[in-house]
């Protein structure tokens, strides 16, 4: 009798190891990311482009904000909407959805963002963008490869 209890014990021991084990490969998988794309303005991607280059993806650093990438395509796509040449793409990334909201206010109410974006795209005559899509994602397994900011 005494082996019986002795291997239902180390059973559920091997059972709750191997679901924690699980749980922790689960949880290296990065958060929660975003996917921003941009129609700029006819003739000013490449404007938008280096904005983020020297100013705006700073701004998101600063506040724990994890710029994964920032992209031109290279072919027009009309069935998906994308056109080569007016068109921005950039990704970024964060712990969960609950601190995007909190980083990106952060990030939005900076005094240097107000005066790089918001002052530039109120005023009709400067603004790059035409429109912005935002596609909320989270990663389908621990093969991605990022390691977002905690």
Excluded: C
Excluded at 48 to 74: C, D, K, S
Excluded at 88 to 111: M, N, T, W
Excluded at 138 to 148: D, E, K, L, R
Aim: glycine content about 8%.
């Amino acid at each position: 009798m005494l082996k019986w209890k002795l291997a239902a014990v180390i059973g559920l021991m091997t059972g709750a190891g191997g679901v924690a084990w699980g749980h922790a490969q689960q949880q290296r998988a990065p958060g929660f990311y975003e996917l921003r794309i941009y129609k700029a303005q006819p003739g000013k991607r490449d404007a938008l482009a280096a904005r983020f280059a020297t100013r705006t993806a700073g701004t998101y650093a600063r506040h724990g904000i994890t710029n994964v990438g920032y992209f031109i395509p290279q072919e027009t796509d009309k069935e998906l909407g994308i056109d080569a040449d007016d068109t921005f793409i950039y990704i970024r990334g964060y712990p969960s959805k609950a601190e995007r909201d909190l980083r990106l206010k952060a990030a939005h109410d900076d005094p240097e963002f107000a005066e790089v974006v918001i002052k530039q795209e109120r005023d009709p005559d400067n603004r790059l963008i035409v429109k912005a899509h935002n596609i909320d994602m989270v990663p389908s397994g621990p093969q991605t490869a990022v390691t977002i900011t905690p």
